[in-house]
């Protein structure tokens, strides 16, 4: 007979749940596994919510097991290490971002690239080895294998660093596979949201002109102003694209909605490439004509390793580059989630765990 | 007031063209310009049938500038040089392929790759610098500028070393540069036709394990049995696609139909890549999350620059890779082509001009 969340391991833990499809998140008693010679265990002080998180709350994918505590841009300070711990100490800030375990022998993990392994362990809603399922970082606690921690540079603030670990990643690891990060080059970023901005951000410090490709056209003045954006196209408008045609080494587009491709194929130079990190749930249109006449690619990519993922803070530690965010306590998550659903934040909502996550919920919250 | 065909350049010319979009190919006089000091005058002797070639005069791009003589397969010998021609002269066995000028300035041009430049002019139905238009190989001469002509390789046979100046370096191409040539690695060749059987004998030259995927399992036998692919899978065999998923490296896909992309995607391991060089004349549908998931591309390539398609033809010289031809006279070529249609040719019709033209 399985034991329940709050038993399953020996270490008391306290976050918030959704029960069921509603997505709804309440107070949730659970455990974390006790300390194994490689793990580190941290208090949480600060957890991003991607949209992932939305979407894995509200079972859009049909792979969510209810209970789930979303969560995977997590940072805090370390209360404990193993006794093998060589990667940080007590009282370091570290993070973890979309990954807690992989098989570390397969061809991809011998190369750094943990995220495309095939057995990979992600920081919530999967199934860890030991076949108890992973609860994430809208909790007090974490424990990881040093392997997955993310060492945080002094200078980046806990809370704005925290999307880095996620939504940084994101863009960080094609910007580098695919070669988009020379200095003088075009890049495109399609969407201003916690993906998007980021994008933004690693490009100008890369050296790169970077045009933000959005629909909203009230978010240009921001994106020039604020972010430094070169140039601010509104997909939508004919004109603005036409304009741009062939002009762009690569994009970056961040995008989950369904949308046409097309344009975007067409705002590439030739040998130019087109770079998906968002995931639409419904197949696109892929024109084929364009692709084969200017030698053109489509890709994907998922998050990154570990190795690279400590490249990009280090990275962003080097260029002072953090999230624009807005902090809020851990009881406003369902308003931001709501909010989140209607893109309404700039441009990722960091929840405050360290101060406002508090035990004193647990007695009421307790189903 | 424009001149006619026969009358708009001083050399008179022979070929076969189609007037309309029934398609259909028939006799017409028409002239080519003079050989000038940069151009190269050539004496046709093979002309391979491109599948474009059908397209093109069916006007399934609705480009088509009737009349069209098709034909960018083409090899012949050199009767006349310019004055400027050095690295040709009267009786070499040369080719020209897919493209026969470019603008030459361009970023692109200068990476030798005349094929993205966006003022290339094509061997037929393109509207050359001094705006006539071009006519292809279904003819008894060509007069090419010397650039865009290829020297050919002493070993190779003249008729079936024709169809790689297009499906040769159509396959070359994005084998080079995306990268698909490394020895031991997997690669899929989706279709068995002109272009896929070329990818298979050249995948095999550079070292590959080729696996086939088509839909016709009559094809399997000749595949394995004399085109040397290692395995041959049948597309529409789910048990079979499943077994196969996340084996092949690489996979060229040459079909021209519509088909489903998704399926291929899942034959490719991590990072793999999927390449199209056929074109579906509308879009296809592509799911985003195995590209993501898997961190996987699709990409495309359209023929080749005129420094690899040299390289290509050397290549394939070195290592014996021509294509599986049937010759054809110039009047058979309505019948080859409803033939074409049917995909009933293994694997490329070459006209053998030389021997058609008086």
Request: proline share 4%.
């Amino acid at each position: 007979m399985s034991k329940s969340a709050e038993e399953e391991h020996r270490r008391k833990a306290f976050g918030w749940a959704a029960r069921d499809s509603t997505g709804v998140l309440s107070p949730f008693n659970f455990s974390r596994r006790a300390m194994e010679d490689g793990d580190v265990l941290f208090k949480v002080l600060y957890c991003g919510i991607c949209h992932t998180d939305l979407h894995s709350l509200k079972n859009e994918w049909g792979n969510t097991v209810y209970p789930i505590v979303p969560g995977h841009e997590i940072v805090g300070i370390v209360t404990e290490v193993g006794q093998k711990v060589e990667k940080v100490k007590v009282g370091d800030k570290v993070g973890v971002g979309c990954l807690v375990g992989a098989c570390h022998s397969c061809d991809n993990c011998t190369n750094d690239l943990e995220n495309y392994c095939p057995k990979t362990v992600f920081t919530y809603n999967a199934k860890n080895y030991d076949g108890t399922v992973t609860y994430g970082g809208y909790s007090d606690i974490m424990v990881a294998n040093e392997r997955y921690i993310v060492r945080i540079p002094e200078n980046i603030p806990l809370d704005g660093g925290a999307p880095l670990l996620c939504a940084g990643i994101t863009v960080y690891s094609p910007m580098k596979y695919f070669d988009l990060n020379k200095p003088g080059m075009h890049l495109g970023v399609v969407g201003l949201g916690g993906l998007g901005h980021v994008a933004v951000k690693f490009a100008k410090a890369y050296g790169l002109k970077v045009t933000v490709i959005s629909t909203s056209p009230n978010k240009e003045k921001e994106a020039i102003e604020h972010l430094g954006a070169d140039s601010f196209i509104v997909s939508r408008d004919q004109a603005q694209i036409k304009a741009a045609l062939g002009t762009m080494d690569g994009i970056i587009d961040t995008v989950s909605a369904v949308h046409p491709i097309l344009p975007l194929i067409g705002l590439l130079k030739s040998h130019g490439k087109l770079i998906m990190v968002g995931a639409p749930d419904r197949p696109l249109e892929l024109p084929v004509f364009p692709l084969l006449m200017g030698r053109k690619i489509v890709a994907g990519s998922c998050i990154g390793g570990m190795k690279e993922t400590q490249e990009m803070i280090d990275f962003a530690g080097k260029h002072g580059i953090t999230a624009d965010i807005e902090v809020i306590s851990m009881d406003y998550v369902n308003t931001a989630l709501d909010r989140l659903a209607k893109a309404d934040v700039r441009y990722r909502f960091v929840i405050d765990v360290g101060n406002t996550l508090t035990n004193a919920e647990s007695v009421t919250g307790r189903l | 007031m424009s001149k006619s065909p026969e009358d708009e350049h001083p050399l008179r010319a022979l070929g076969w063209a189609a007037k309309d979009n029934s398609g259909v190919l028939s006799p017409f006089n028409f002239s080519r310009r003079d050989i000038g000091a940069d151009d190269v005058g050539i004496k046709i002797l093979y002309c391979g049938v491109c599948h474009s070639d059908l397209h093109s005069i069916k006007n399934d791009w609705g480009d088509a500038l009737y009349p069209i003589v098709p034909g960018h397969e083409i090899v012949g010998k050199v009767t006349k040089v310019g004055t400027n021609v050095e690295k040709f002269k009267v009786g070499d066995h040369v080719g020209v392929g897919v493209i026969v000028g470019s603008c030459g300035n361009c970023e692109t041009c200068k990476q030798d790759l005349e094929n993205y430049c966006p003022q290339k002019i094509l061997t037929y139905n393109t509207v050359d610098h001094d705006v006539t238009k071009t006519y292809g190989g279904y003819s008894d001469t060509v007069v090419v500028n010397k650039n865009f002509v290829l020297r050919f390789p002493d070993n190779m046979p003249l008729d079936a070393g024709a169809p790689l100046l297009c499906a040769g370096i159509t396959v070359y191409s994005p084998m080079k540069y995306y990268g698909m040539t490394e020895p031991g690695k997997h690669l899929g060749v989706v279709g068995l036709g002109g272009l896929g059987h070329v990818a298979v004998k050249l995948g095999k030259a550079f070292g590959l394990k080729v696996t086939v995927i088509s839909t016709s399992l009559s094809k399997e036998k000749e595949a394995v049995e004399r085109l040397g692919a290692d395995s041959f899978l049948v597309s529409r065999d789910p048990e079979k696609m499943k077994a196969a998923m996340g084996t092949m490296d690489y996979i060229i896909d040459t079909v021209s139909a519509v088909h489903l992309l998704g399926p291929l995607l899942g034959l490719l391991k991590m990072h793999g890549k999927l390449i199209t060089v056929g074109l579906p004349n509308v879009p296809l549908e592509l799911s985003i999350f195995p590209l993501v998931m898997g961190r996987k591309l699709i990409g495309g390539s359209a023929f080749g620059g005129i420094k690899e398609t040299q390289e290509m033809l050397d290549f394939c010289a070195k290592h014996n890779v021509t294509a599986d031809i049937e010759l054809i006279k110039m009047e058979d070529i309505n019948t080859a082509m409803e033939r074409l249609v049917k995909a009933d040719v293994r694997y490329r019709f070459v006209i053998d001009i030389g021997n058609s033209f008086a």
